[in-house]
């Protein structure tokens, strides 16, 4: 059972769109999306910081369609105009801040590097150049994941090494002054003075004050699933972005909740409180940038994202429709979780019927990364359907499987299904999920996944009524 919500929680919880919005609420950009360049079009805020000229930068992971390209840098003013951008080779950053020199610092995620940009948009610095080229430190390790980033003095940086599983203080040569391993993939380490960091240990489902001898000060992990961000505020509370419950909470030193914000968000990523009182939120999965009250009214947000064109039925279930380059029409890629380790094609050497069949490969030592084959459709709510599809693995650890995600009316994920989970070695099964589309949904999104290493074609997909 472990397994499957394992598989579910990566496959399903993917997607999380908007939620129904007050009427005095201030949208800069609402009704221009159709014309907004992509350059400018936020889809997943990961990441903001509040300038001191009260303007926002913003890291937006990017991803359309679950793949991993759009990520970009924006720096925007309240009336919602995008004052400066940045793109260049970035895939899925998390983050990124302003410099005391007036430059941005960027944890360019799936890129495994730092980056630091001048306003003129150029590459002064980046941790490509450790090790004679490498990128990697003094110590021979190379930043994995890095997701987050800390100016501290004396040109020291604290980062978060998240697949490394570790938080480390750095200077620009790469050397490592200070270094925490007992933090599961965790999210937005921040030192909060005093010789003491606030962490999101995000794969412990908690938060830990520690010091620098990594002695556990303080904690708090009653509920949380996934918390991707806590923030010491001056009365001594802890403001912590709730992730995967949708949530805010506002817990004393002692452990008490004094608040809880939440039925607007979608995977809410990081959290800011502002002078007024409200607070800025990067909701994540919504695509949009929110200023809410302590009251969990939204006073102001920044959404510009355009919402797909969807079909009402399964496309290219056989898999035998191709482009011109040998691409599987109707048929997603979906990289963007796989952090480098999957190859998708389409094998024309196996096939259970016809002459194709979707295949994915995963590279060792990739057992979280997240996989697959994806389309979404419009459905109605109280409809009864069943998904079949056919899988053949190989030498699969981890798990290979089918799933359904529910989605709201624009795209809000409202948890889902899967089938039975094949790993080892299998010739061609059957796979099937009954489901009945749950009142409020409208979308659902189908994967053909891999979790982990191994070999998976899939074949004959269909989606019937019941």
């Known amino acids: 059972m472990m397994q499957k919500r394992s598989l579910l929680l990566l496959v399903v919880i993917a997607i999380l769109v908007l939620a129904g919005l007050g009427a005095l609420v201030f949208h800069p950009w609402r009704g221009q999306s ?13 990441g903001c910081v509040i300038l001191d000229d009260g303007r926002y930068l913003i890291t937006d992971g990017g991803g359309v369609n679950w793949t991993d390209q759009g990520s970009k840098i924006l720096i925007i003013n309240r009336q919602g105009t995008v004052e400066w951008s940045f ?26 590097r730092l980056l630091e940009v001048d306003p003129d948009k150029r590459i002064v610095w980046s941790s490509e150049s450790w ?15 890095p997701n987050y980033v800390q100016e501290l003095d004396d040109e020291h940086f604290l980062v978060s090494d998240r697949l490394n599983s570790r938080v480390i203080e750095i200077d620009r ?26 962490i999101a240990d995000s794969d412990h489902n908690r938060i830990i004050e520690i010091d ?8 708090y992990s009653a509920g949380l699933s996934w918390p991707r961000d806590a923030v010491k ?13 949708n949530r805010l909470l506002f817990v004393t030193p002692e452990g008490t909740v004094v608040n809880e914000i939440k039925g607007h968000f979608s995977a809410p990523y990081q959290a800011n409180l502002l002078s007024s009182g409200n607070i800025l939120v990067c909701d994540a999965q919504h695509g949009r940038l929110l200023e809410v009250t302590p009251d969990s009214q939204i006073t102001w947000d920044f959404c510009n994202r355009p919402q797909p064109k969807l079909s009402t039925r399964l496309a290219n279930g056989n898999i035998e429709e191709l482009d011109s380059s040998g691409q599987p029409l109707s048929w997603m ?52 359907l069943k998904l079949t599809a056919y899988a053949k693995t190989e030498d699969v650890r981890g798990g ?67």
């Open 173 to 198: 040569a790469g050397k490592v002054y200070w270094q925490f391993t007992g933090a599961s993939k965790q999210h937005a380490p921040k030192y909060i003075g005093d010789g003491r960091y606030l």
């Open 87 to 112: 793109d260049q080779g970035l895939r899925f950053a998390h983050s990124a801040i302003m410099l005391r020199n007036g430059n941005v610092l960027i944890p360019d995620t799936n890129n495994d």
């Open 131 to 145: 090790g004679d080229g490498s990128g990697r430190l003094p110590d021979g390790s190379h930043l994995n994941y």
């Open 212 to 219: 620098q001898s990594g002695q556990i000060l303080w904690s």
């Open 333 to 384: 890629v979906c990289d963007l979780q796989s952090h480098n380790t999957g190859r998708w094609s389409v094998d024309s050497n196996i096939s259970r019927n016809g002459q194709h069949s979707l295949a994915i490969e995963g590279e060792l030592g990739s057992a979280a990364a997240n996989k697959w084959w994806g389309q979404v459709l419009k459905v109605k709510p109280g409809t009864q």
């Open 34 to 46: 159709q014309s907004v360049s992509a350059a400018h079009q936020l889809i997943r805020p990961l």
């Open 233 to 245: 505020l001056s009365g001594g509370n802890i403001l912590i972005t709730d992730s995967r419950n």
């Open 400 to 466: 290979a499987a089918i799933s359904i995600g529910y989605l709201d009316e624009l795209g809000g994920a409202m948890g889902g299904v899967n089938s039975a989970i094949l790993n080892g070695t299998n010739d061609w099964r059957e796979l099937t999920i009954i489901f009945q589309v749950p009142q409020g949904i409208t979308q659902i999104n189908i994967s053909l996944s891999l979790i982990g290493a191994g070999m998976v074609w899939f074949d004959d997909v269909s989606l019937d009524k019941m």
